[in-house]
C-alpha cells in the first residue's frame, strides 16, 4: 500500500512548521537554519512522493501531476499556517516595522513624516505581503524541485 502524495505533503508541513516554530523559539540557534531545515522538509516530501509514485513511463507530465499533489497540500497547509502565526504574533510586524524605520532614519533621504507615513503603511499591510510572499515561494520551489525530480525520474530505467 502506498501512501497518497497529499498524505505526504500533510507530513512534510507538519514537519516544516515544527523546524519554523523551533527556530521562532529559539530551539535552533539560528532562523536562517530553521528555514533551511523546513525547505529540506519540504524537498524530502516532494522527493518521496516522486520515489514512491513516479516511475518512467508515466513520464514528465504523470510525475510532476503526482509531485503536485504533494506540494500543493504543503503550500496550502503552510499559507494558513503564515497566516495564523502572524495573526498571534503581531509583534513581528512591529518589528519589522521598527527595522525599516530604522534603516530610512539611516538613508537619510526622506523627511521625518514621509519616513513615519511608509513605516504605517508597511505595518498594516505586512501580513498580506508575507501571506503573499509565502504563497509565491511556496509554490515557485514546490514546481521546481518537481519539475527536476519529475525529469530525473523519466531518466530512471523501468
Known amino acids: 500500500m502506498k501512501v ?6 500533510l507530513i512534510s508541513s507538519g514537519l516544516m512548521i515544527v523546524a519554523l516554530l523551533a527556530g521562532y523559539y529559539q530551539l535552533i540557534s539560528d532562523a536562517a ?5 523546513a525547505y529540506g522538509c519540504y524537498a524530502a516530501g ?3 512522493t516522486l520515489l514512491l ?5 508515466k513520464g514528465f507530465a504523470g510525475n510532476f501531476s503526482t509531485g503536485f499533489q504533494c506540494f500543493i497540500v ?17 509583534e ?4 519589522a516595522a521598527a527595522a525599516l524605520k530604522d534603516s530610512l532614519i539611516k538613508a537619510n533621504n526622506r523627511t521625518p513624516d514621509e519616513i513615519e507615513r511608509d513605516v504605517n503603511l508597511f505595518r498594516e499591510g505586512f501580513a498580506t505581503m508575507v501571506v503573499s ?6 509554490l515557485i520551489y514546490g514546481a521546481i524541485t518537481t519539475a527536476i525530480g519529475s525529469f530525473l525520474q523519466t531518466l530512471r530505467k523501468p
Open 33 to 37: 537554519t530553521a528555514q533551511l531545515v
Open 92 to 95: 513581528t510586524a512591529q518589528q
Open 46 to 48: 516532494l522527493v518521496a
Open 133 to 138: 510572499r509565502s504563497i509565491f515561494g511556496y
Open 53 to 57: 509514485h513516479g516511475s518512467p513511463p
Open 74 to 90: 504543503i503550500t496550502l497547509v503552510m499559507v494558513l499556517f503564515t497566516y495564523l502565526f502572524n495573526a498571534l504574533h503581531p
Open 4 to 9: 497518497h502524495p497529499a498524505l505526504i505533503g
